[in-house]
C-alpha cells in the first residue's frame, strides 16, 4: 500500500468515526428550580430568552425537561407569541379561550406532565420557555418547581454530509494514479 493509499484510506476511516460520533452526539444535564405564582391556567414567562441556537445547519440539539409538580405546565413559544400574550393583561385580564394555556395553538412545544416531560428539537429563531398552574389541578402549597434538563447534541444534515464529502474524496484520493 502505497503513501497516498494510506491517506485516502486514512480519510475515509475518519469520515466513518466522525459520522459515529455525530450520531452518538453530547449530552449535557443539569437541574434549576423555578419559584411558582399561582396563574389560573394562563402562562406566566420568563424575562430572558432561550439560548439562541446559531448552528442548526451542522449541529442539532434536543431539549428534554422533567419538573417535579403535577399542577404545573410548560411551553415553548416564539417571541411574537410572548409579546401578544403579555400585551394581552396583567394576570386575570387574559383573553378567553384557550390563548395564552398550554393549550394555545401557538405553542411550539409544552406539556403538563411533569414525569413525562417536554421534549422539543430545538429550532433557529428567538424563543421563551413559560409555566403556569393547571387550571382544576389541587394547589400545592409550595412555589418553587425543579426543573431537570437534559440537551443532546448531535450531527444534523449538513454536517453528515460534509463527513460524506470527506469519505467520498478519500476513497477518490485512493483511486487517483
Known sequence: ???QERIGYSMVGAALLLILAGTVGVTMDGTTSVDVVTTGGKTVF?????PE???GAIIAA???????????YVVIVEEDEKSRCESSGVLGGFESGTSC???????IAGSAD????????????IHYAGLGTVPGA?????????????????????????FFLLGIAGFAYTRMS
Open 1 to 3: 500500500m502505497n503513501r
Open 46 to 50: 420568563g424575562n430572558e430568552a432561550l
Open 53 to 55: 441556537h446559531s448552528l
Open 62 to 72: 434536543d431539549l428534554t425537561l422533567n419538573w417535579d409538580r403535577e399542577d404545573i
Open 101 to 107: 394555556t398550554a393549550d394555545d395553538p401557538d405553542v
Open 114 to 125: 411533569g414525569s413525562e416531560g417536554l421534549t422539543w428539537t430545538v429550532a433557529s429563531g
Open 138 to 162: 389541587p394547589s400545592i402549597s409550595e412555589s418553587e418547581v425543579v426543573l431537570d434538563y437534559e440537551v443532546n447534541l448531535h450531527a444534523s444534515f449538513g454536517l453528515y454530509f460534509l
